[in-house]
């Protein structure tokens, strides 16, 4: 019996020990930039690499993507204190640390068979290990995607969240004094480059949308002054055409599969959401409302479709079931809203809005909570988000002097957290910007 | 075998009571803690010990005052040794007052920097925090020796179950780890995003051995990559942080080991 109770009782008292390790919350913490050392690959004294600087290039492209990112910052080479030979086979992390490296990226490059091998290593200098490494093998000229999907890779690799970088963006170019705007079929990389038009400017084009899928636009035109929707394959440049709408004013969108497309049409003077099979053209209506009901838009999952009507009075932000039933308002602060887009991610709605005097892009829950305002100005419209859900582009105008001079349109992009607005540089000015998937 | 299951039976009865009476008389100290008051979030150690010691010098009438409103607090769980130790500090010897000297240089060196702050909250009446804060503390650790005393960790080296970090402590650690971390702000909020890391130290504060994630399992699983990425970062945050601004060396049974909860979640919520 003694003996029991004297077994036991450090038992009961050892119940309290237990607890003894101290646990502290760290719940901020530095939003600066990731600083990454992002060395220029080596290679065996290649004539044809030297002589098309593609050291140089790829390393310029990847910083220069990560960057952009507004996560990332890249460390100037010039702090670098092993060749790139020695630190793509073991870099010395301590020294790499000393130069506030979190990540370094190495490299090899060489030429077989006139194409080009890339290989790279992106190294954890804290945990001192290889956290990701792959070869890339392609043509020479290609260099430029190989780096952006590189850029990628060490992306997907420190955010969780995978990347945007190789992607392009089609929009409507714009030339020429307000009255008389000659609008072409544009297309570019995400980072300006590779920059081609894709009509010739005879006819206004309108609202360019990306097919979620393929590489493939579908795009409003005017065709003896009647609204026609055309579907064009970049890879290939097989145009054709869609339909005659009249009364349409936006071009479709794309359902999640690329195999239908939802617009609004007016009919009868009364605007209203219509879906059309692609495979069947077969059109089917799915508002009925006296109001104007337009800029309808899938979610990723293809259940549900958010768009924008004025049955409530104003114009207000809707979500409804893919076959048309529960239509719900979402919008619940003041103003107007307009040009709602669901995130790739599913999570969030994002709009244009107009509220005193002001236009805004922001974000909203899709049930209509959480509703965050990332920029103002004085025009501004039409988000499109980033294949990852992470960073929206969107248009906007400068005001025109009393003399109709000055006036202008960009491209913008802005990530979710409303910082890093940066202004997507393109030949001529530029309007109804619309992302592209990630390049398969 | 009537009596062996009588006697097993009263066995069990016994260790039931036994229980019952005696795990409440362990939790006691922790029932009868205060709620812990906001005020007392700022600056424990710089506010308590310093002007502890400098009281003990300089001027003892405070010293008293404030003794008295604290027994009166304390008259519950007061013990007669309690008066000892007050009479021990009241009158100190000359060797004690050397070794306090000497104790109190090292603590001003080891006090953690975070002096910015303290200007900011100098609104509040510094007496006055002083007085809440030795209050809290006094009735927090329920413990009878003098709180001068106990400040001295070097007199008394045997490792106590109820020591705890300094607030002001923890926040040294805190605020080391908060620099270090980069917030992987890519990731979308969920409920379950928070890492917990156990981290071993040595004396000077630098790693023992390598950070442990309690939740390694999760790391590796696939549809996981975004718990893997925050875990990463936040690993990449301990290693950053290596060695860090360590407290008192003679305190190091209470900080040798940490569980660090890296939490991003109220900044992924937006």
Known sequence: ?440 | MRISVVGSVSLHFLILLFTIVSLPLFNNDELEMPPVIQVELIEIAEKTNVPQISKKKEDKKPEKENKKEEQKLNQPIQKPKEEKSNEKVKDPSTEEKIENKKIEEKMIQNMPVRKPEIKKKDKFDPLKLAELIDKQKDTKQTNPEDIVEKDYEALDSTPSLDKRLTLSEEDAIRAQFMQCWSIPLGIPYDETMIVKIKIFLNTDGSLLKPPEVVQHERMNKPGEKYFRTLAESALRAVRRCDPIKAPEAERYDNWKNLQLNFDPREILRG
């Open chain 1, 1 to 440: 019996m003694k003996r029991l109770l004297v077994c036991l009782f450090p038992l009961i008292l050892f119940t309290n020990i237990s607890f003894a390790i101290i646990e502290i919350d760290i719940t901020e913490g530095n939003r600066e930039p990731l600083p990454l050392a992002i060395s220029e690959f080596f290679h065996d004294n290649n004539q044809e690499i030297i002589d098309k600087k593609i050291t140089e290039n790829i390393r310029t492209v990847i910083s220069d993507d990560l960057e952009r990112s507004g996560l990332f910052s890249s460390i100037d080479d010039k702090a670098f204190i092993q060749t790139n030979r020695a630190m793509h086979l073991k870099p010395r992390f301590a020294d790499w640390r000393l130069i506030k490296a979190q990540g370094l990226l190495t490299g090899e490059l060489a030429i077989e068979d006139d194409r080009l091998r890339v290989e790279f290593r992106l190294w954890d200098t804290f945990a001192e290990k290889e956290i990701e490494g792959l070869v890339l093998i392609t043509t020479i000229d290609n260099w430029r995607r190989i780096s952006h999907m590189i850029a990628d890779k060490i992306y997907e690799r420190l955010t969780g969240e995978e990347g945007y970088f190789d992607t392009r963006i089609v929009y409507v170019a714009e030339e020429g004094p307000k009255n008389k705007r000659i609008k072409k079929l544009a297309i570019m990389d995400q980072d300006g480059a590779n920059h081609k038009f894709l009509t010739s400017g005879k006819e206004l084009v309108l609202t360019p949308r990306f097919n979620p899928v393929r590489q493939e636009i579908t795009y409003l035109s005017y065709f003896k002054n009647l609204p026609r929707v055309y579907l064009l394959n970049i890879q290939t440049g097989i145009q054709e055409v869609v339909g005659d709408f009249p009364g349409m004013t936006f071009a479709p969108r794309f359902s999640p599969d690329g195999g239908k497309i939802i617009m609004s049409l007016a009919r009868e003077g009364n605007s209203d959401l219509y879906v059309m099979d692609l495979t069947n053209r077969v059109v089917e209506r799915l508002t009925d409302s006296p109001a104007i009901d337009t800029s309808p838009s899938y979610s990723p999952d293809g259940k549900k479709i958010t768009f924008n009507s004025d049955r409530g009075g104003s114009q207000q932000i809707y979500v409804m079931d893919s076959n048309g039933r529960n239509q719900k308002r979402i919008s619940k602060e003041g103003g107007n809203y307009a040009t709602p887009v669901w995130s790739p991610r599913g999570d969030l709605i994002a709009f244009t809005k107009f509220y005193q005097g002001q236009y805004f892009i922001g974000v909203m829950r899709t049930d209509g909570s959480g509703e965050r305002l990332l920029t103002e100005n004085w025009y501004q419209e039409a988000p499109s988000w980033s294949s990852n859900g992470r960073v929206l582009i969107f248009y906007r105008e400068t005001k025109a002097n009393d003399a109709g001079d000055g006036h202008s349109s960009s491209i913008w992009s802005i990530d979710l957290t409303g910082f890093n607005e940066r202004k997507i540089i393109t030949p001529v000015d530029a309007s109804d910007p619309s992302w592209s998937k990630l390049i398969q």
